[in-house]
């Protein structure tokens, strides 16, 4: 029997301006699938996931997080998401546990809650020493952790990852998709990026972004159907190009 849906998006249509810059994007999440959205710079991954987190409303489409509809019970559908932007929204001057605080009572996490969530999300995101310490004092790659355990100190079943290691050296790079594979064993995730090797190592399934529309939604086993992944990413770039040209 299939796991249940956690998110699913619907012909997504995005103008800015006159330019479409999301054409009839659809995909769906089941729970604890990690699913990679892909793309050059500017094909508008980080448009779509604006609209999959209800920060940014579709012109057209319908998106759904864990069965209610953004559009019209976006308060319980919200409730049921984590989103990291591109820019994580840290209060550099605020302590590590402040600012998992604030973020636990924004999601409305009870009072009797609190230290429960406070403590795992901390374990999980390996943050249990850095309590005490000011965000703005830790590295880039403890920032993205700070970044990713305030998306998550709720507890959500869908959890949205805008290009979560942009930036980061190498250890810091393996020590967040580490935690990224762990999540997709509690929680449905969604990776934006453009780094095709990290999407071969956390990812179960693609969607292929080119110039706002899907052009490949599947495993990432037919992905590499008939070449390696780099190769098949290319490929079906080259093909929609040619088909527009």
């Known amino acids: 029997m299939p796991a249940p849906t956690t998110l699913s998006a619907r012909n997504l249509v995005r103008f800015h301006g006159k ?3 999301v ?8 729970r604890g699938e990690v699913l990679g959205l892909l793309g050059h710079n500017g094909a508008g991954k980080s448009t779509t996931l604006m609209m999959l987190s209800g920060a940014l ?6 998106v759904a997080v864990c069965d209610f509809d953004l559009a019209r019970r976006a308060d319980l559908g919200k409730a049921c998401l984590g989103f990291l932007p591109e820019h994580p929204p840290l209060y550099r001057d605020m302590r590590v546990d402040d600012q998992l605080l604030f973020a636990a009572r924004l999601h409305k996490v009870s009072k009797a809650q609190l230290p429960e969530y ?13 309590g005490p310490r000011l965000i703005g004092e830790l590295s880039k790659g403890y920032q993205q952790r700070v ?3 305030q998306a998550i100190i709720h507890q959500p079943a869908v959890v949205i990852l805008d290009e979560p290691t942009v930036g980061l050296d190498p250890a810091q790079i393996r020590d967040i998709r580490t935690l990224i594979s762990e999540l997709g064993d509690s929680s449905s995730v969604i990776l934006s990026t453009h780094l095709l090797h990290e ?4 990812c179960d399934r693609a969607v292929i ?9 599947g495993t990432l086993d037919e992905l590499r159907a008939h070449s390696d992944i780099e190769s098949s990413f290319l490929r079906l770039n ?8």
């Open 19 to 21: 330019r479409r810059v």
């Open 23 to 30: 054409d009839d994007v659809s995909l769906e999440l089941r």
């Open 57 to 62: 409303q579709p012109n057209s489409g319908s």
């Open 118 to 130: 406070l403590e795992l999300t901390k374990r999980r995101c390996g943050l249990l020493d850095w």
């Open 147 to 149: 970044g990713i355990a």
């Open 199 to 202: 999407v071969e190592q956390v």
């Open 209 to 217: 972004l080119r110039e706002g529309r899907s052009i490949f939604n």
């Open 238 to 245: 080259a093909d929609a190009e040619s088909e527009h040209a």
